[in-house]
C-alpha cells in the first residue's frame, strides 16, 4: 500500500494505492488524444503516465455533493470510499479472476482511492498502456461478414471459458475487448459475476448476458447462443453453431 501524490494534467490529487506494483517513482498523468478516444466509447475518465507505459482510469462520483448530499455522502464518500466498494477495486478483481480463467487482461499495477472529499474522481485503477491495440467495436464494424462470424466465435470460446471457471461478465460487449496488433483479445472493463450453483440458472445467466444492442444485431446475438450451447450439455436444448444464422434478420 502507497500514499501517492499524483499529477493529473498538472494538478496533483493524492490517492491511497493497494496492490502497488511497479510503479515509477514518480507517477504524472496527462489528458492524450489515445484517452478521449477510449472516453468516447465509455463512462469513465483515462490519464496516460508520461512515458506512455501506463493507462489510469478514473470513475467519478455518481452523485453531486451539492445537489444530493446524503446519497453521496452514504453510497460515494462511506461505501465506495471508506467500505472500498469502489469500482476500481471491484475490477482489479474481476481482472484478477479473468487471468485465473485463463483470459489474456492488460497487466494490473494496482488501484487506489482518494478519500478527499473534495476530489470527485474517488476511484483509481492503473493498468498496463497497451501499445497499437484497437477497441473490439472499432475492430468488429470493420470486418466483412466471414470475419465477424470468426471472431464471434473467437469471443465466445472465451465467454465460455469464463463460464466454465464459474462466472460471466455483467456487460457483455465488444468495447469491452482490445484487440493486440498480433489480434489477440484482451479483456478490459472487467466486471464479472459469480454463476448462480443450478445448472438451469447458471445457462439463464449466461444467456441474459448476450444482447441484441451489445453484439451488434439479433443475428449475432442468436449465433452467439447457439454456439454457447455446444460448450453446455446441461441447457434445455442443443443446437451447434450454423453459419446460416449469419443470414438471418437483416436490418
Known sequence: ????????????????????NDLPERLSLASTATTQEFEAIGSSRFFLSRDGHLLAKVVPDKFRKRQAPMKWLLRDYLEKRWL??????????????????????????????????????????????????????????????AERIAFLERFCAEVAQLARFGYVHRDLHY??????????????DTHVRRLPTKSADQWLALENSLTVNKLRGERYRSYAEQYLRAYFPHTPSRCPPSTSVEHTDRR
Open 175 to 188: 468495447n469491452n475487448l482490445l484487440i493486440s496488433a498480433e489480434g489477440k483479445l484482451l479483456w478490459i
Open 84 to 145: 472500498g466498494q469502489c469500482a476500481a477495486r471491484k475490477e482489479f478483481r474481476s481482472l484478477r479472476i479473468l487471468r485465473r480463467a485463463g483470459l489474456a487482461t492488460p497487466r494490473c499495477h494496482g488501484w487506489g482511492i482518494s478519500l478527499n472529499p473534495g476530489n470527485r474522481n474517488g476511484s483509481l485503477l492503473l493498468m498496463e498502456r497497451v501499445s497499437h491495440a484497437r477497441p473490439g467495436g472499432e475492430v468488429f464494424d470493420a470486418m466483412s461478414e
Open 1 to 20: 500500500m502507497k500514499l501517492l501524490d499524483i499529477p493529473f494534467n498538472d494538478r496533483r490529487r493524492r490517492y491511497l494505492v493497494f496492490h502497488a
